[in-house]
Nanobody, 126 residues
């Protein structure tokens, strides 16, 4: 059984930084981890993805240059470093794991992810 556990959310002010962590537990052949978010009263949105076998990364346009996804294989943990946070970044953030043969935008599709975490709240005040 695969479990994903997110941590690191919180309440911050605009311009601040946060680092989210996603620890993957259990046996899995997944080579892809993604971060998604669900703002209040809106649907789930893709944020960033990391494919471990070729280190391909892909970002949603609004977070490019502010967010960085990375992975520590020794800890089975994927991070989302979020800098210069904005009120529009307020959401529940979820990490997810899946398997892919592709790179780039294809890995933003939620249906290719098999496992999901429970989410962590990020609130950015203005």
């Amino acid at each position: 059984q695969v479990q994903l556990v997110e941590s690191g959310g919180g309440l911050v002010q605009a311009g601040d930084s946060l680092r989210l962590s996603c620890t993957v537990a259990g046996q899995t052949s997944s080579n892809l981890v993604g971060w998604f978010r669900q703002p209040p009263r809106r649907g789930r949105e893709f944020v960033a993805s990391f494919r471990s076998d070729n280190e391909d990364m892909y970002y949603e346009e609004s977070v490019k240059g502010r967010f960085t996804i990375s992975r520590d294989n020794t800890k089975n943990t994927v991070y989302l470093q979020m800098n210069n946070l904005k009120p529009d970044d307020t959401a529940v953030y979820y990490c997810a794991a899946g398997t892919t043969r592709y790179t780039g935008e294809y890995n933003s599709i939620p249906s290719i992810y098999n496992y999901w975490g429970q989410g962590t709240q990020v609130t950015v005040s203005s």
